[in-house]
């Protein structure tokens, strides 16, 4: 079946730190795939997503390429900060029931 | 445009209580979902709706029970509460369209719920 396997956590970094989250994925087909974050206390929201091979999301200065050979969607930032303190996962979605698989989520601290 | 919102917010039942809680969504999306959150686990399926008056299993649909009557709601029944159901719930909700790649989905905010 589909699964998505993500770094254990938990990460802790000093501000403006280099951040990589990887995130390797199993799937029959082409997935679209996402990176969810979960603050404090609250649901999940989308932070990036990609649809096919070599797609590239970003947003907040954070990027994941999809890259189809490695099967991975690893999640990269250049500079972190305070705020981006958060729960981050990686998800996979098929077509049909478009049901999400996560990964078990990688808790990130980023100390001032 | 209040989103994905869930009732209630909070709740502790005792063993063998009943309950449902109630997701509601005002984006006229057709498909629904129900999921669970444990720690070490992420995110794991109940159940599913494709569209009003459907309802399908997810990853652990075990204990659960789901309606979809109106296509803005979905709820997610607990007949006999059990510890092992002590979990946060989280619905969420996309719209669908034909042929195209599957789209983000939209979370609420979450039930934390408490069985004893």
């Known amino acids: 079946g589909n699964s998505v396997t993500q770094m254990e956590g938990p990460v802790t970094l000093s501000e403006e730190a280099f951040l990589t989250i990887n995130c390797t994925y199993t799937a029959t087909g082409y997935p679209s795939l996402f990176w969810y974050v979960q603050y404090p206390g609250e649901g999940l929201q989308l932070l990036l997503k990609a649809t096919k091979a070599d797609d590239k999301g970003s947003n907040k200065g954070f990027e994941a390429t999809y890259r189809k050979e490695t099967t991975s969607f690893h999640l990269e930032k250049g500079s972190v900060q305070v705020s981006d303190s958060a729960v981050y996962f990686c998800?996979?979605?098929?077509?049909?029931?478009?049901?999400?698989?996560f990964g078990k989520g990688t808790k990130l601290t980023v100390n001032p | 445009n209040a989103g994905v919102t869930q009732t209630p917010k909070f709740r502790v039942l005792k063993t063998g209580q009943s309950m449902t809680l109630l997701c509601a969504q005002d984006m006229n999306h057709e498909y629904m979902y129900w999921y669970r959150q444990d720690p070490g686990m992420g995110l794991r399926l109940i159940h599913y709706?494709?569209?009003?008056?459907?309802?399908a299993k997810g990853e652990v649909p075990d204990g659960y029970n789901v309606s979809r009557l109106k296509k803005q709601n979905f709820l997610l029944g607990l007949e006999s509460a059990a510890p092992s159901q002590t979990s946060v719930y989280f619905c969420a909700s996309n719209y669908h369209r034909l042929g195209h790649f599957p789209r983000e989905q939209y979370f609420g905010p979450g039930t934390r719920l408490t069985v004893t």
């Open positions: 709706s494709v569209g009003e008056g459907t309802t």
């Open positions: 998800a996979l979605s098929m077509g049909g029931s478009e049901k999400l698989v």
